[in-house]
């Protein structure tokens, strides 16, 4: 694979959860920042989490703090997001990303800074 696949997503309902996987094996995983972020309908993509290389260090978007993780398993390429007590708000296509040169703190919010992206996974909250 040269480009980032996601899985996990579908329907939930609301305080449900759902955890998304990102496999990234077109490169040497452990050299990348990761990042996932959610574009819903007419809205911007923004970040939802971020890890560091060697996972030490993460961030979370204010939206999402206490109900999702980010973590990775470097030995299989993949990065995951653990999304806990959903609602409607978190419905959006959640995407994976790779950023070869992170910022001295060891991760980017900025959707700029991620060079390399998946495709994205539907995440739809129903009530």
């Known amino acids: 694979q040269v480009q980032p696949v996601e899985s996990g997503g579908g329907l939930v309902q609301a305080g449900g959860s759902l955890r998304l996987s990102c496999t990234d094996s077109?490169?040497?995983?452990?050299?990348?920042?990761m990042g996932w972020f959610r574009q819903a309908p007419g809205k911007e993509r923004e970040i939802v989490a971020a890890i560091s290389r060697g996972g030490s260090n993460t961030y979370y978007a204010g939206s999402v703090k206490g109900r999702f993780t980010i973590s990775r398993d470097n030995a299989k390429n993949t990065v995951f997001l653990q999304m806990n007590s959903l609602n409607s708000e978190d419905t959006a296509v959640y995407y994976c990303a790779a950023d070869r040169h992170p910022l001295l703190s060891g991760l980017s919010s900025s959707r700029s800074s991620y060079e390399i992206w998946g495709q994205g996974t539907q995440v739809t909250v129903s009530s």
């Open positions: 077109g490169r040497t995983f452990s050299n990348y920042a």
